[in-house]
């Protein structure tokens, strides 16, 4: 069965770095258009970031582009979500999602679009 599992969160203090990662299992990773969500408390899942197949097309949420950055290995099933400047506000759950199909003229941005789905790794930035 298809298994996503991220890792890497934690507490950092604002203007730190984290580096989260999702190692995937029982899928053909190459074909799927990988992306990043969060959900803050009381809030929705929203999207954060967006890698094609290829990982030569990414796409950011406007909150977080110039400090994150998605990248992907294809050679070992993983996805990358490198989060610099971090602000209190980027305090979520974070989850990565694999997409079967990608979106027709844009990109895999809606929740929606997401087969696949892991348990999600918990960010904390205080201030």
């Known amino acids: 069965q298809v298994q996503l599992v991220e890792s890497g969160g934690g507490l950092v203090q604002a203007g730190g770095s984290l580096r989260l990662s999702c190692a995937a299992s029982?899928?053909?990773?190459?074909?799927?258009?990988m992306g990043w969500f969060r959900q803050a408390p009381g809030k929705e899942r929203e999207f954060v970031a967006a890698?094609?197949?290829?990982?030569?097309?990414?796409y950011y949420a406007n909150s977080v582009k110039g400090r994150f950055t998605i990248s992907r290995d294809n050679a070992k099933n993983t996805v990358y979500l490198q989060m610099n400047s971090l602000k209190p506000e980027d305090t979520a759950v974070y989850y990565c999602?694999?997409?079967?199909?990608?979106?027709?003229?844009?990109?895999?941005?809606?929740?929606?679009?997401?087969?696949?789905w892991g348990q999600g790794t918990q960010v904390t930035v205080s201030s």
């Open positions: 890698i094609s197949r290829s990982g030569i097309a990414t």
């Open positions: 999602a694999a997409a079967t199909m990608a979106a027709t003229g844009s990109y895999n941005t809606r929740a929606n679009e997401y087969d696949y």
């Open positions: 029982g899928l053909t990773f190459s074909s799927f258009v």
